[in-house]
Structures are given as C-alpha cells and as structure tokens.
C-alpha cells in the first residue's frame, strides 16, 4: 500500500517567517515529488517538481528531496498571508504516473 | 497559458441517477487522469487514460464509473446509479512531458 504522511496542522507562521512543510512515503519506487497547494474548495495547483535528492528552488519556494529517507519538504520564505492554504504532497509512482497524495498540511500565515 | 476546464462546477443528483462529468484537456497532452476529493479527505486516484484507453484504475474504480473521450478533445466521466458516498469534488488532470499533472477547477458531486 503506497502513503504519503503528512502532518495536518495548522502550521501557524508570522508573516516574512520560514514556513518548512514536511512529507514521508512508503514507496521506494516513487522518483518524482510534487507540492501543490490547495486553497478551500478549490483545486489542486502545481507549486513544485522535484525529481533528484538535495534542493530546488523556484522563487520564494524550495523543495528538499531525500530518497534514503523517504522524506520530502517544502521551505516557503518570507511568508504571505496570501500563502495560508492546504499543502498537498504527491508521490508519483507507476508506468501511467499516478499520483498518491497526502492528506495535506494547512499553513496560516498571519499578518 | 492553456487551462484544463470542466462542467459543470456543481452537479445535484439524486441517489441512484446517472451523471457525467466532463473535462477538456490540454490539447497537446497525451495522459489523463480522474481524481477526486471527499470533503475533508485525501485527494484519490480514480483512473488514468492513455491512447483513449483505460491504463490503470484504482479499486475506487468498479463498475459503477467508466470513462470515454467520446469527440477526441472531451474526457468524460460517468457514474451510474450514484451512491450517497460518492458526493465528493472530481478533478481532471493532464499530464505533461515532464509528468507533471495540472488539474481542473473540478466538479462538485452532490447525491442527494
């Protein structure tokens, strides 16, 4: 059975702080990661890939990969009330790309 | 930028009735997929779709639903004889050369 655990929060940050987003999965043979962000009733949307161990950055966002752990992260610098939402962690596993998501971790930035 | 769009955004039905939610994928994508969201919950994986066929589905996936692109641009998903438990948000997503899969705006399913 393929998880992705996340811890479901609220992760509650001040505005202009680090928010660090953490994701474990049971699957060795997941090799691609993805961090979406969901905001209430809305669909999921592509924030970050990440595909090899160590760090990628995109702007404001970083994703952190470690494939001998299992374990996955997303740092959000200098936060933004706009940034409050639900974070979803997939691993993406399968010849068809499936994705398996965890339950997501809910992030309030307040101003 | 190309969107995936869906209709409608919310769909009334009562118990043991039909429905068919509908998707327009991006129009150079090759994979689909169908998700979907009970409130409160994880996003599921239903089934994903390639060379308009079924290339895996998931045990959420019995023979209640089915999926077809009917006109090779609509992806649709039906569901007979709906069950209250199926009330949940449906998603389309598309996937990318890079695998990254983008979703729809969705489509709200409440069984009455």
């Known amino acids: 059975q393929k998880e992705v655990e996340q811890n479901s929060g609220p992760l509650s940050v001040p505005e202009g702080a680090i928010a660090s987003l953490n994701c474990t999965y049971s699957?060795?043979?997941?090799?691609?990661f993805f961090w979406y962000r969901q905001y209430s009733g809305k669909s999921p949307e592509l924030i970050m890939s990440?595909?090899?161990?160590g760090d990628k950055e995109d702007g404001r966002f970083t994703a952190q990969l470690n494939k001998a752990s299992q374990y996955v992260s997303l740092l959000i610098r200098d936060s933004q009330p706009s940034d409050s939402a639900t974070y979803l962690c997939a691993a993406l596993s399968g010849g068809y790309s499936t994705l398996t998501f965890g339950k997501g971790t809910m992030l309030l930035v307040s101003p | 930028e190309p969107e995936v769009t869906q209709t409608p955004s919310h769909q009334v039905t009562q118990m043991g009735q039909e429905v068919i939610l509908r998707c327009v994928p991006i129009s150079n994508h090759l994979y689909f997929y169908w998700y979907r969201q009970i409130l409160g919950q994880k996003v599921e994986f239903l089934v994903s779709f390639y060379n308009n066929e079924i290339s895996e589905k998931s045990e959420i996936f019995d023979d209640q639903f089915s999926v077809e692109r009917p006109d090779g641009s609509n992806f649709t998903l039906k569901i007979r004889s709906t069950k209250l438990e199926d009330s949940a948000m449906y998603f389309c997503a598309d996937r990318d050369r890079a695998a990254e899969q983008y979703f729809g705006p969705g489509t709200r399913l409440t069984v009455t």
């Open positions: 990440i595909y090899s161990n």
């Open positions: 699957d060795r043979g997941s090799q691609s």
